[in-house]
């Protein structure tokens, strides 16, 4: 079974902080890397997507990779309330097969 | 543009009833999906449909559950003799193709919300 694992949390940060989101994969030949925030009682939306080691930024948000360990991170900058969700890591496995998403991790930042 | 259309947005039914869960997704979008989230639970794959080939019915959790998709558009998610453990968010996304190669995200609807009496 190809996995996705994440923190459950809730991850605690106060306003104005930085928010470290960690997810690891299992199947290391995983090509395409993406995070959903998802509110509660909504449904997730793409925030982020990522496909060569290193960083990408947007924003407020830094998506990292490193195949090589097969983690992928999003960090947060400046949190705010309004970015207190359920934060989704989904990655494509090898083979013909849709994304796996990971549990989530629950951040609530703290004014 | 539109984006990934669910209907009903809510859905309340009784023990035993048969249940269809309708899903238009984004036009041109080849891949479809169905997911379940029970309250405070994370997304369970259900059914997923690529192009015209036959769909991954892997996560099924019964033969009570079904899925099609006509003309490779819209899909309806049926549940049969409905069970007070089907009560859950049924969440449809769809992607412009899929894969690993493919680098596209799917996008989701708003989700239906099923509750069985």
């Known amino acids: 079974q190809k996995e996705v694992e994440q923190n459950s949390g809730p991850l605690s940060v106060p306003e104005g902080a930085i928010a470290s989101l960690n997810c690891t994969y299992s199947?290391?030949?995983?090509?395409?890397f993406f995070w959903y925030r998802q509110y509660s009682g909504k449904s997730p939306e793409l925030i982020m997507s990522i496909y060569s080691n290193g960083d990408k930024e947007d924003g407020r948000f830094t998506a990292q990779l490193n195949k090589a360990s097969q983690y992928v991170s999003l960090l947060i900058r400046d949190s705010q309330p309004s970015d207190s969700a359920t934060y989704l890591c989904?990655?494509?496995?090898?083979?013909?097969?849709?994304?796996?998403f990971g549990k989530g991790t629950r951040l609530s930042v703290i004014a | 543009g539109a984006g990934v259309s669910q209907s009903p947005s809510n859905k309340v039914t009784e023990k035993g009833k048969d249940v269809e869960l309708r899903c238009d997704p984004i036009?041109?979008?080849?891949?479809l999906y169905w997911y379940r989230q029970s309250l405070g639970q994370g997304l369970e794959f259900l059914i997923y449909f690529q192009g015209n080939s036959a769909p991954d019915k892997s996560g099924l959790p019964s033969d009570r559950f079904s899925a099609e998709r006509t003309g490779g558009s819209v899909s309806t998610l049926t549940i049969q003799r409905t069970q007070q453990e089907d009560s859950a968010v049924y969440l449809c996304a769809s992607s412009l193709a899929a894969g690993p190669y493919s680098n596209q995200p799917q996008h989701f609807g708003d989700g239906t919300r099923l509750s069985i009496l």
């Open positions: 199947d290391r030949v995983s090509q395409s």
């Open positions: 036009s041109g979008h080849t891949a």
């Open positions: 989904a990655v494509y496995n090898s083979g013909n097969t849709p994304l796996v």
